[in-house]
């Protein structure tokens, strides 16, 4: 099908979903490669919409206009402007008293156009434009005095466009912005809490039996080095006993002077292929308090199958040293 074919009662007729399906997909078709043809259903678009408002339609044709023309938002929306336009000329066009001038028309439909948001502001402001180019063929605006008051609106309409375009740009400032802040707050969050996990990974440490067990002469002390800013110390007490107690408890003395310094009760037992484990959790501020720079301890681990002072005895020994660095 050819674009001279196509006269306006058979794009009309399309408009209004009076056509067979092949034929309108024809047309469909068409008019994705044809810009003339194209312009045509637009301009036609606008024709029927200026058709409906001034109800130019036929009382089939409406029903048709409304349940297949307007299934587009856009449509809707062309209309609903259209519709604006003619109640404003149409309030324009009243007896008005002396004494309460009314505003411009074009000030009306100016004050419906800000009462939406910026973007559809926007659409609204562009479609007004170009409908009331072809609007201004009617003859209700044909009169010098509505003439007039056209071109003030379009003046005011391109500058209201002009407005929600910087409007518009400023929201997407101000939003990439925020977005800025926000990874900013991110990345701060990430970092302190890489910088939390470090100060509260513990310094660990494995304590293996006969580790100058019971402090025998003769045998080096296993330096344990806690940094100044560590929280924890874990120590793994390892031993191969094979009697299995039910709990354990584990003190820590000086090594000379044998001065209790901590304790902890109710411990468990993990158990490997050849060795039984205890782990420990010890606040580093233990050691971090003392004075001297190298410091001995004794470590020792009870067990018992009860809770009773009088059933624990003895399963290991560990004897070392902390180093501050």
Known sequence: MESREIN????????LGELPAGEQRRLEEMFFSDAPAFERLSALEDDLIDDYVCDDLSAS?????????LVSPERRERLDLAQALVAAVSEQSKPIAAAQPAAPWWETVLDFLRLQNPTFRFALVAASLVILVSYGT?????????????YQFQQSAERAKQQIEQEILQARAQNEQLQNELEAVRQQSARREQELSSLLEPSSYVLKSGTRSGGQPGQPLGDLEVKPDAYFVKLQLEF???TEFK???????SYSGGIEIWSQSRLQTQSTNKT???????????????????????????????????????????????VKK
């Open 240 to 242: 191969d006993k094979q």
């Open 8 to 15: 306006d009662q058979l794009l009309k007729r399309y408009l």
């Open 138 to 150: 009617k003859e209700t605006l044909e009169n010098s005095d509505l003439r007039r008051q056209l």
């Open 247 to 253: 709990t354990y408890r584990a003190v820590l003395q």
């Open 61 to 69: 044709q409406r029903e048709k206009f409304e349940k297949h023309f």
């Open 276 to 322: 039984k484990v205890v782990v420990l959790m010890l606040p580093a501020s233990i050691f971090a308090h003392a004075e001297e720079a190298v410091q001995e301890y004794k470590l020792a681990l009870w067990g018992a199958d009860s809770d009773s002072e009088e059933d624990f005895q003895v399963v290991e020994v560990y004897a070392f040293r902390v």
